[in-house]
Structures are given as C-alpha cells and as structure tokens.
C-alpha cells in the first residue's frame, strides 16, 4: 500500500522550510584555496621579477641573472598551478554537495506554494461570499449594520484576490 503524503495544509512549514547550515569544509576549502592562489600568485610574481631582471641587465656589465634561473623560476609555477587546481576542484565539489542539499528543498517550497494558493481560493471563495451577502442586501433593500459586506466585492478586483495570484504566479 502506497503511503499517503500530508495535504500541503496538513504540513508545519515552520519546521519544514529550514535552510541547511553551510558546512565548516566549504570556508576550509575556500581558506585552502585562497592560499594555494595566494602561494600561486607570488611564483608567478617572482617569476615576472626575474624576467624583468634578465632583460634589464646591461649590456657589457656582469650579468645579475640568468636565463636558466628565469627558467626555473617558471618551471616552479607548476606544482603551484596543480595545488591551486585540486583545491578549487574541492571547494567546487563542496559547493555542489551544499547546493544539493538546497535542492532538496524543492519539494518543500512547492508545497509551500500550493498551499498558499490553496489559502487564496478558500479567502476568494470566502470574500465572494460577503459580496453575495451584500448583493442580496441590496436586493432585498436592506441596511446592513457593517460596511464589511459591500467592500467584499472590490476585494474580489484585480487589485486584490488578482493581485495575489499574479504574484504567486510570478515566483516561480
């Protein structure tokens, strides 16, 4: 036998509509993928200095560099170019996990919204009512001793019970 799921009134969306806290392993690996850009961005720094260097020198003067230290200057961005990697791909990969588990809450939020559009039927079929009521006041020309009634009916308009279904329509 299948189970039955709670009618969208029956749900607590107090308790329901949590956001997940953001798990401490996504500002590590942020921290950690920082630095390796941090680290990353000094090689390349040191590499370009030398560079700057080794075409400054002078010509007929002893030379302060050379190419081959330019070289290996270069040759060391490497590991930090792979470290810089690894560590966006686990931060990403956190990310991901993370947005998962908001994705989660679709079916929640959808609820959610379906119950709302259930309160604005019942409100509008509610209102309706009242301006029924007035109709027939009107009709029966009576006084009634609330003004409630006769504004029932411009509740009914575009700007109100209208209004709010534009919007929930619009959410999504």
């Known amino acids: 036998?299948?189970?039955r799921t709670p009618k969208a009134a029956d749900m607590d969306f107090a308790n329901i509509l949590k956001i997940p806290p953001k798990p401490a392993a996504i500002?590590?690996?942020?921290?950690?993928?920082?630095?390796?850009?941090?680290e990353l961005e000094a090689a390349r720094a040191k590499h370009r200095e030398m560079h700057r260097q080794y075409f400054g020198q002078q010509p007929g003067m002893?030379?302060?560099?050379?190419?081959a230290e330019v070289d290996q200057a270069g040759q060391e961005i490497?590991?930090?170019?792979?470290?810089?990697?690894?560590?966006?791909?686990?931060?990403?990969?956190?990310?991901?996990?993370?947005?998962?588990?908001?994705?989660?809450?679709?079916?929640?939020?959808?609820?959610?919204?379906?119950?709302?559009?259930?309160?604005?039927?019942?409100?509008?079929?509610?209102?309706?009512?009242g301006a029924l009521f007035y109709a027939a006041s009107v009709e029966a020309r009576t006084k009634l001793p609330s003004k409630m009634p006769s504004r029932c009916e411009a509740l009914l308009g575009p700007h109100c019970i209208g209004m709010l279904r534009k919007i929930l329509?619009?959410?999504?």
């Open 62 to 67: 002893p030379p302060t560099i050379t190419a």
């Open 1 to 3: 036998m299948l189970a």
């Open 78 to 129: 490497a590991p930090f170019q792979a470290r810089e990697r690894e560590a966006q791909q686990l931060l990403e990969a956190q990310r991901k996990a993370f947005d998962d588990d908001l994705a989660a809450l679709k079916p929640k939020i959808e609820s959610y919204r379906a119950a709302i559009a259930a309160k604005i039927d019942e409100l509008e079929d509610l209102i309706g009512m």
């Open 27 to 38: 500002a590590q690996a942020e921290r950690v993928w920082r630095e390796s850009v941090g």
């Open 169 to 172: 329509n619009a959410v999504d």
